[in-house]
Every structure is written in C-alpha cells, then in structure tokens.
C-alpha cells in the first residue's frame, strides 16, 4: 500500500496517536496512509480538512469528561453529561456506549475546539433491543478551531433513537452520524439546527443503512447562514432489499441571510426494496420579506424582526429535545446569537 507524504497537520497527527488501539489505530493508519481528506475525497467534497488544517504543526490534546471508562453502559433513566475539549494541535479521542436492552438514556455532548485544534471524537454506540437513546450534541465554541465528531451507531430491533445536533460552526465543523438500522419496529430521528454567521463553517453529514423489514426514519435539519459563512447537508439512506416496509423521510431547509452566504446540500437515496415509502426534500430561500413587512408595520426594528422570524424558522428540531429546560437553553442560545448577528 502506498504512503502519501504527509503534511504537518498529518504528521502531528499520526504522533498524537502512536501505540493507539482500535479505531483510533484505524484513523491513524488512515491518515499515514490517505491523509487528510481534501475536495477530492466525494463525502469531503465541500469541507476540505486538511486545508483547514494546514497551520498546525505540534500534537495536542482532546480532553473528555463524564466518560470514567472506554466503554459506558449508562443505567435506566441516566442522563450521561460528555464535555469535549479540543486543545491546539492534533488530537482524537474513541468513546464506546452500550444502551442495554429495555434501558432509557439521554445523552448530553458538548463539544468545543481551541483556537489551533484539530480535533477528532468518535462515539462508537450500541442500542440493544427494546433500549431508547436520546442523544443531543451541542457545539458552541470553535470559532477558530476545526472539530470533527463522528460517531457509528448500531440500532437494534424494537430500539428507539432520538439525535439531535445544534451547531454554531468553527472554522471547520463537521457531525458526522451512520446509523446501522435492524428495523423491525426500531426508529431513527435524526434532527439538527445550525446558524452559521462571518467565517464559520459547518458540515452536518448523516447515514441510515436500512438492513431489515418495518424500519422508520426521519431526519429534518434546518439552517441559517450569513455572509461568508458556509453550511454543508449531506444525508443518505440505503434501503437494502430485506427492508421492505420501510419508512424514511430527509428534510433540509435553509436559510441563506445574504447573497455572499454559501450552503451546499446533497440529500441522497438508495433503494433496493421495491414496498417501501422514502422520500427526501431540500429547500434553501431567504428570509419571507412579506412577513418582515408586516413586523415593521408593527414597529418592530428591522434587525429584531429578523431574528425573531429566523429564530422561528430554526426553533423547530429543538422541541424534539424532551428535557424542557435544556430545549429552552438552547433556545435562548440561539436567540442570544441572533441578536449579536442581526
């Protein structure tokens, strides 16, 4: 197998990870190998991260609280607090999660990057049969660093998924989710809201692998994006032949705020079962000015009208957070960040 001679960002990388195991030693050898994937690679096509991180030089670290082991096996009912903290330099970091059959569990991950990172968490988690996860990835801080959280998920018959990601972006996001879905009465809902304003970019790429008969999946994430920022949606479903009856919808809608903003989406279907209802939609637009109209006329002041019918517009994903308090945080969040970019 050839070897590509690798960049500095490359290098610190591979060092980070010397004598790792597992996935970890899977990305290491990746990136010996392939490098970082650039444009030419077809999923990294619009978010190219090794020019992203082509001014790092040194290793760093990536620091994960709440997780005391490699392998988490939450209780009923717990809620598992993940806090992510990418430092300067290269870094990564593999969490596995087991959701035991008949076991709910809500996950909360908050994720920031350090001016200078490259950082790369990856959650391998496993919903057994009949068990329930929520999962809500919330990423704040990363204006100036580049952050890559992925995780693979193994969904089980009669299992139930619940994920939603709410970003702000960074000078390179990306969540990365591939779902393996069993069917059989098991659900997925994927969901996400990103608000990208000046030099922030996100990439919200999604997978949903349909094995077996009798399976759903929703996913709907809607976006805002200003000038000279860039958001990025890519979502697949693959609907193996076994998985008739199967239910799949994907929905992305956005925002662009200003004709300088750049949103790139690829929704995708591939289908090989012949008794099954799956559908996808993509929508980018700009702000109703008829609805803007109306608000001035009220008096309300142009830059709180916007943010009052963006925040509108993006709330919808959040109220599938079942937590009332945390769905009204990220809430005032979202609307804490409108008002500074209105």
Known sequence: MGVIKPVAAETALIDALDGATGWLAQLREATRTQGLPTRRHEMWKW????????????????????????????????????????????????????????RSVTLVE???????????????????????????CIQDEAEAGVLVASSSIDLAVNAHLTQIAFSFGGKLVRNETHVRHAGEHSEA?????????????????????????G?????????????????VF????????????TDAKMTHRALMLDDRAEIDAKPELEIYADNVQCAHGNAIGALDETALFYMRQRGIPLAQA??????????????FISDEALREQLRARLRDRLRAIS
């Open 47 to 102: 978010s190219d991260l090794r020019r992203a991180a082509a001014e790092i030089t040194a290793a760093g670290t990536i620091t994960v609280t709440g997780a005391a082991s490699g392998v988490l096996e939450p209780a009923d009912g717990e809620t598992v607090e993940l806090g992510v903290l990418a430092s300067a330099g290269a870094s990564a970091a593999a969490i596995g999660i087991v959701v035991k059959s008949g």
């Open 234 to 245: 890519q979502g697949k479903f693959k609907v193996d032949r076994a998985a008739q009856l």
């Open 306 to 319: 916007r943010a009052l019918l963006i925040e509108s517009y993006l709330a919808e994903p959040l109220d």
């Open 189 to 213: 809902h994927l969901h996400g809201v990103y608000l990208l304003d000046e030099g922030r970019h996100n990439d919200y790429t999604s997978s949903v692998h349909h094995t077996g008969p």
């Open 110 to 136: 908050r994720y920031s990057a350090e001016a200078g990172s490259l950082g790369h968490i990856h959650l391998d988690i496993r919903i057994e049969d009949g068990a329930r996860l929520e999962r809500i």
């Open 215 to 231: 399976g759903i999946t929703h996913q709907l994430v809607k976006g805002a994006v200003t000038a000279h920022a860039r958001g």
